[in-house]
């Protein structure tokens, strides 16, 4: 049966698709472009971590180096994205096209005017840019000289690149969120601390504290950066972008009740502070039973307060399940890399990404529960192997399953729940590298690009079965899912 929503949704909802720089983009070293720390990050496999070298090695393979050439087609895959009607278009700026070292004085003139570009062709079709500053892709030299996000400096340095961009394309871009999944380096695994923050923990430290400190000084530049942003254009829409995964209790034992509770505050104390402009409580008390001696300051604490953001931005794919162990301590501190377990009532995509489209519905309300903030959701997907068949079509059924299971759970929220939700913008459009493999294999996009894991293909794009699908969606304003 054909399901239909009818105008549950604003006339001006942001539909669009969403991708970053590093991811897509190529032209690694054009145009006087830095190394970032994507660009010293090998391939990987599925189940198989990339290698993060230091600086270029020769004869090994960079999937973003290339990446699927946006640099130079973004043209051509902007058309594509108008054809399929989007409002919207999701990416970050490279930092290291704007300031290639990330500690010059001065802007990078050729790296802005790439940007000045690519969103005037995106106005040309009506399509509005919504802008991450920092995905993912810090200027390697950063971490080099200044030991990445462990050091205050890099405050400074965030904040010029933010105040040179805001500045720059302040009647070109209204809406910016500042740390793409900031929270995903609460798991403390090497390689969220290093794309998010640019820190692979020494042997000589505590890699939780080091987490803490460097989160701190994120959340400060991120406050500061929303009330400079707020200053050169009141108009601004400054948001977080959070790591949404939310985590069940593996039963109703009480203890695994607490420990879920436990597992949600330490992954969503990031988003406390850029929403509600101060520390948790309960964190408070954490690090200092811990004796971290962390360098935050009654300044740093007036302007988390100040620079509160206008929206939480969020990213979707699946949840967890959490389960306390035997001998809890009592802090029942959470341990994400240890502590999780499979649920038995989802499937699971070909990573083992564990498929739960209620989970976006608890996920939205859980946000406007807490802070009653508007919500954008950024990104969502399905990252699956495609086939191209012989007369060059590509069936995903399977993809435009997951997302009009997606869809209809943030129409229920909307529609039920009164939830506040603005846009929403599935992830890889286009099909990209994916971040956390460097594979082009695991697969997202509406569109096709003919690119393979070892980078050999000839860069064509080609339309998918979904393109159509979202196509639909769209004119229908979320009305016509089938
Ligand atoms: C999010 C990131 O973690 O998920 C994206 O913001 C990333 O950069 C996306 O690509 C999907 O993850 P992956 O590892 O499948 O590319």
Redesign the pocket.
């Known amino acids: 049966m054909e399901r239909k929503n009818d105008s549950v949704l604003p006339s001006d909802f942001l539909w669009g698709g969403a991708v970053?720089a590093h991811?897509l983009e190529g032209g690694w070293d054009q145009d006087n472009k830095g190394l970032s720390v994507a660009d010293i990050m090998t391939a990987g496999a599925n189940g198989k971590a990339r290698e993060i070298t230091d600086g270029i090695v020769k004869g090994k393979y960079y999937p973003n180096h290339e990446a699927i050439d946006f640099y130079h087609r973004y043209k051509e895959d902007i058309k594509l994205f108008a054809e399929m009607g989007f409002k919207c278009f999701r990416t970050s700026i490279a930092w290291t096209r704007i300031f290639p070292n990330g500690d010059e004085e001065q802007p990078n003139e050729s790296g802005l005017k790439f940007y000045d570009q690519l969103f005037d062709e995106c106005h040309k079709y009506g399509i509005e840019p919504v802008i991450t500053l920092s995905?993912?892709e810090m200027p390697y030299h950063l971490v080099k000289a200044y030991g990445g996000w462990r050091n205050r400096k890099l405050i400074d340095f965030f904040v010029r690149f933010a105040k040179t961009v805001f500045k720059r394309y302040k009647d070109k871009v209204s809406y910016w969120m500042t740390f793409?999944?900031i929270n995903?380096q609460t798991a403390i695994a090497d390689w969220a601390l290093f794309t998010n923050s640019g820190i692979i923990p020494r042997s000589d430290e505590n890699a939780e504290k080091v987490m803490y400190q460097a989160g701190h000084y994120e959340t400060v530049a991120s406050a500061l950066a929303v009330q400079i942003g707020h200053q050169i254009n009141p108009d601004f829409k400054i948001g977080a972008m959070i790591?949404m995964v939310p985590i069940y209790p593996a039963s109703s034992d009480p203890r695994d009740v607490f420990k879920a509770e436990r597992a949600m505050q330490s992954r969503y104390w990031f988003s406390d502070i850029q929403a509600k402009g101060k520390y948790p409580d309960w964190l408070v008390s954490y690090q200092k039973n811990k004796a971290f001696d962390l360098d935050i300051t009654l300044e740093d604490l007036d302007v988390l307060k100040a620079g509160t953001v206008d929206y939480i931005g969020l990213?979707y794919?699946m949840s967890f399940t959490v389960k306390a162990k035997k001998d809890e301590p009592k802090s029942y501190k959470y341990e994400e890399r240890k502590e999780l377990i499979s649920n038995p009532s989802l499937p699971t995509t070909d990573?083992g990404w564990q498929i739960d489209p209620i989970g976006l519905r608890y996920a939205l309300n859980w946000f406007s529960d807490h802070y009653d903030l508007p919500l954008f959701i950024v990104?969502n997907g399905l990252?699956a192997y495609d086939k191209v068949e012989n007369n060059q079509q590509i069936h995903d059924p399977y993809r435009i399953a997951y997302l009009k299971a997606h869809i209809q759970a943030m129409i229920d929220a909307v529609q039920e729940d009164g939830v506040k939700v603005i846009g929403y913008t599935p992830?890889?459009c286009i099909d990209l590298v994916?971040?956390?493999?460097g594979q082009m294999s695991?697969r997202?996009g509406f569109i096709y690009v003919d690119k393979d894991d070892q980078g050999k293909g000839s860069l064509k794009r080609l339309k998918k079965d979904s393109f159509f699908w979202y196509q639909q969606v769209i004119k229908s304003n979320g009305s016509q899912l089938d």
């Open positions: 970053a991811q995905h993912f793409n999944e995903n790591a990213s794919y990573w990104e990252g992830w890889g994916s971040a956390g493999t695991k997202y």
